[in-house]
């Protein structure tokens, strides 16, 4: 938790007020804070700033002198096709891609998504995981979540009207590495290397019909070598490269 | 687990035995393999290859038709020095820096890491997580694995000579960003713009001093953009630099 970000409500001219649990147990236990002591905080959905700690009570930490004076920093012209993780990891995942500024992201079946993960009560936190990605990035501008339980309805009628510039689907087994895709594209128009929409499986990655759906709507496939990583490390190696330009 | 490694004493002419628990509950209950079926399997600092099922046990697994025949991608030539983590997360980034290739990890003393965390149990289990890590990312050869409990004689003592090209510390508050590091580095010298060793900190980063004991051993300090990562999002996502050559 790197900024304390609050809900518009907990705002009252200059003071504020915390009230949420974790965030009352990281002043007092991470931050080991006390009255006085200044604190980075934010308004979900608006801007960054500072308060100093007024008074620490059990169930709420009072604030003053609140200053939001920074925008936040602006988000990844990204959109992240994801197919739907175990629901174990699905926490860190989205807190990671919210936490590197992913600005859409799309969970959908896909035929290695067991079925039973869209039963996964974890699917009800998202908005939980968000605001754990949002303090952790220092971000208050959550990305937009939304489910797609059929992948060919989707794919077939809504991608191509998502994809604004042009997509990327990771798969181990494409003959173009992304390197190799990047290089081309740089060529091409260097100022807009990088794609505007990735599509990353779940462990086992995409069958071939699901590459072929992408690839009928534009989506060119690339490896990222020959090791094979774990979903969330492959997620973050490849986002790392917006965080490069 | 994307190939199955076993010890060079599991081996017989062209038959093999699996006989660990986690590899067997692998084939059985994620594989559900048959006797017949084929395993990628690799012997553990040698090759790649394949494997018939000959047979299933309670508690081994005969392999018939051994051939080892491909050689394991190659290492990374990158070192990384990380301070010691939170225990909780040492498995998951010990196997991604494995799956990755790292040749090189050492875990290293820094101002913010928690004593507590060089008694963990987790530092008993590291050839678990790398044997995991290697099992993920198809290689059969480990990293180098050290722990550096002295911050200021590891840095001032060896440094130096296991920087053999040249270091970076990832540093949140660095004025040099990694993608102005790499096109400067690659305007001098294209075929050798990454770095052979890169210094990452645990949640909180470096303090001034060791960024300054760091940088006076050739390690330039560089950020990776405004947002804060995870210490495990953080790794990938840099070492995804070396996935992209």
């Known amino acids: 938790m790197n900024c304390i970000l609050l809900p518009a409500t907990s705002f009252s001219h200059d003071s504020a007020q915390i009230s949420e649990s974790s965030q009352i147990n990281h002043v007092n236990n991470v931050l080991a804070a006390k009255a006085g002591d200044t604190l980075k905080i934010g308004q979900l959905g608006g801007q960054l700033g500072t308060a100093i700690i007024e008074s620490i009570h059990s169930d709420s930490i009072q604030l003053r002198d609140v200053q939001l ?46 079925k039973s993960y869209w039963q996964s009560p974890m699917l009800a936190r998202l908005d939980e995981f968000v605001l754990e990605g949002l303090q952790q990035g220092v971000d208050t501008i959550a990305p937009r979540i939304s489910l797609e339980k059929r992948f060919k309805p989707f794919v077939e009628d809504k991608l191509a009207s998502i994809m604004t510039h042009r997509g990327i689907v990771a798969h181990p087994y494409s003959g173009q590495s992304f390197a190799q895709y990047l290089r081309h594209q740089q060529s091409s128009s260097p100022s807009k290397k990088l794609p505007s929409l990735v599509c990353i499986g779940a462990e086992g990655g995409w069958i071939d019909y699901e590459i072929a759906m992408l690839a009928a709507q534009g989506c060119e496939a690339v490896n990222i070598g020959s090791r094979i990583l774990r979903t969330e490390a492959a997620v973050n190696a490849i986002l790392g490269q917006w965080l490069l330009q």
């Open 69 to 114: 004076i920074s925008a936040p920093p602006p988000k990844l012209d990204l959109t992240v096709i994801l197919a739907l993780p175990r629901p174990k990891v699905l926490r860190r995942l989205i807190m990671d891609m919210t936490a590197l500024g992913v600005r859409d992201i799309i969970l959908i079946n896909s035929y290695r998504t067991q």
